[in-house]
């Protein structure tokens, strides 16, 4: 972590690593990492929910179109 924060001081063109004053706590950092992850996670469950839900969709339509075909091919083989 301090070479982190002696490379950040370097970058910034500042001598002293005094002048540098980094006032997010660790835990602070933990919190905003952990609650990023849920709303990727979350972005992630919201895509697979509406690829299946496009699925479901596509499949009902499919099974309509169908549905006459399929009488059709129930009502010639009574016939035979």
């Avoid at 990492?33 to 969709?57: F, H, R």
């Amino acid at each position: 972590m301090n070479n982190i924060e002696q490379g950040l001081a370097e970058g910034l063109g500042l001598e002293r690593e005094d002048e540098v004053a980094f006032v997010t706590s660790d835990e602070e950092l933990f919190k905003r990492a952990v609650s990023t992850v849920n709303v990727q996670q979350g972005s992630k469950d919201l895509i697979t929910l509406g690829m299946a839900s496009i699925w479901v969709v596509f499949a009902s339509i499919f099974m309509n179109l169908l549905k006459p075909t399929i009488k059709n091919m129930a009502k010639q083989s009574r016939n035979k």
